[in-house]
């Protein structure tokens, strides 16, 4: 066995303490992390990954109702195309002079024109009134110029069927 040491108390008192002489400022005991349990870290992970397949899974359903309206209306559209040609043709045969004239004959009762003959009455004067047809409103000037009297003896030399402005029915 070993000797044992004595120890004095005194000295052991009167012994410069570096704890006491040099004391050291205390810190704030740093707050421990709250770690949050595993099993929810898992579940909102899950929550997460059901609720992107839920939102992949609602546009796959939504495009394909936009592709059976598309063929829907395709459908549609080359009904129109087929119904737009029928009336092309049809609107090509109601105008040929042949239609027109068998549709003026058989629904409106109208017959070929047959021998007319027209009447020309020369010699009748027209009362030049404000209310007859066919007034103007002026009388005529007394001195006509140069190229109205080369025009009236032109008309009456060339009898071609000219006629002058206001001068219908003389």
Partial sequence: MAAVRKLDYDSYNNAPQPHLENPKPRSKPKAKKKRVPECLVVLTLACVCVALCLLYLDQKVKTMHLNVEIGQLEQELEKLYE??????????????????????????????????????????????????????????????????????????????????????GR
């Fill in 83 to 168: 119904e737009n040609a029928h009336l092309v043709l049809e609107l090509e045969s109601v105008q040929r002079l042949s239609y027109i004239e068998a549709v003026a004959r058989g629904q409106l009762g109208m017959v070929e024109p047959e021998n007319a003959s027209l009447l020309v009455m020369s010699g009748v004067e027209q009362q030049r009134t404000p209310q007859a047809p066919g007034w103007v409103g002026e009388e005529e000037p007394q001195n006509p110029g140069i190229f109205v009297m080369v025009a009236e003896w032109l008309n009456q030399v060339l009898p071609i069927g000219g006629v002058e402005a206001g001068r219908i």
